[in-house]
């Protein structure tokens, strides 16, 4: 079956026009006898794309087990989160959707029960689903795990989260999982604040820091933009922003290696044929723009990139690179495309002919602040526009008054000659900016957007811990 499907698409290839890809035969990733292939969704909280392989400098050794994976399958070098926080991106993620269908534009919300949400569909046609999951606000209120059967924690009592128990807990599941089709979340956490899981590695030490050093001042907020560190990051080190950069980057060494031990088990649980899907719910300011060890703020792409790689042995493309831009919202409609399912409507692209190996043409992906400034953008290859609206009338207990820009601006940046993104470009490209522009107000328009709201919302004494202990509350 995959030889024919292959050998098609390399034919029409030849005739399309350029830029065009083919149309790919649905249910091509399932086995030649048409089984369902077994699922692993492999994600990472507050992981850069920046520091993982194929984004990150060639002269950084962060990921060797990611690069392995990645020599096995297909890396996404533009792949943006829809929102820059873990439960309105994972949202995005299994929903397939943008905000007007899931209601989830902070780490407060909540899917609505009638929102198909990817470990339910599989379900619906058979797969047996394990979620094991490291992030607090991950939980049965926020409907991301509606769907999946067995549930595991690698949360101790104290409220730590542990990414080695994560594993061990995912192949404990395995051990005792039904022969196929299977559905395995791991969700591991290390790469998140407070950067103190792991011990100091050498190529954490030896990567060349991009940034410039400053001296930080510890706060007594979770919040606010400067030189500072946020409460919830303090650490036993000297207040400079280079130290916990370095610990950042150790904790992507060590997530890297927990990554490895279970890509390794599950080869030897004989488990190799299965399809992984690896990502990240959202990147992490690490002193771009005067924001430093937080998320949710802005949407510049060190909070908003993030890494995706697919790997399926005899299937997936192997060694590929895509260097278009793309969305979390577009692992849903792959997926089923590629398993032969049907999908509800989704605002998210099928990336299969990507993952057959054709080159991908551009398109607008969005994204959005998890904070009251509902800062959006539309990102297109090397254009992204920025759009912060009005500001808010202020409230009293808003521990952001202060950082609130004065007036409303539309900004548009070339990500290929400023990274960084500090110019406007908008005077050199108005075509550009005025297509993004009317990009972007029409996807705010359809997500109700912005919302105008202020109040902090309500949750029980028990989910506001967590969020504070995460730096999401004071």
Known sequence: MLGAVLAVAV???LRLPRGALPDVERGWLRDDDGRLPDVVLLTVDTLRADHVYGVAPADWHLTPALERLAARGTLFEGTRAPATATKPGLAGLMTGSYPHRHTVTSNFGSVPVDVPLLAS?????GYATAAVIGNRVINERSGLLRGFKDVATSVDKNKVSHD????????AWLATAPRRPWLLWLHLMAPH????SSPQAAAA???????PDTELRPSSSNYGLGPIIPRYQILRLPPQAALYRERYRDEVVFVDAQIERF???????GHGSALVIFTADHGEGLGEADYFFQHGWLVNDPSLR??????????????????ATTSLVDVLPTLLAGLGLDAPPLDGADLSASLLGHTASDREVFGLSAYPNEVSTAVRGAWKLVHTPPPPS???DDHWHDDYPTQESWVLHDLGRDPLETRDASAEAPQIFAELRDRLRAWERANGLPSGFRGRPQVDPGTAEGLRALGYLD
């Open 205 to 211: 030490r030896e990567a060349r820091d991009p940034l």
């Open 164 to 171: 080695p128990v994560a594993v061990d807990l995912a192949l």
């Open 306 to 323: 993030v890494p995706m790689i697919w790997s399926r042995p005899g299937r997936v493309a192997q060694n590929h690179r895509v260097a």
């Open 11 to 13: 034919v029409a290839a």
């Open 394 to 396: 202020p409230l009293p």
């Open 121 to 125: 569909i599989l379900q619906q046609h």
């Open 263 to 269: 890509l390794d088990e599950l080869r030897k649980r």
């Open 193 to 196: 604040g407070p950067y103190d």
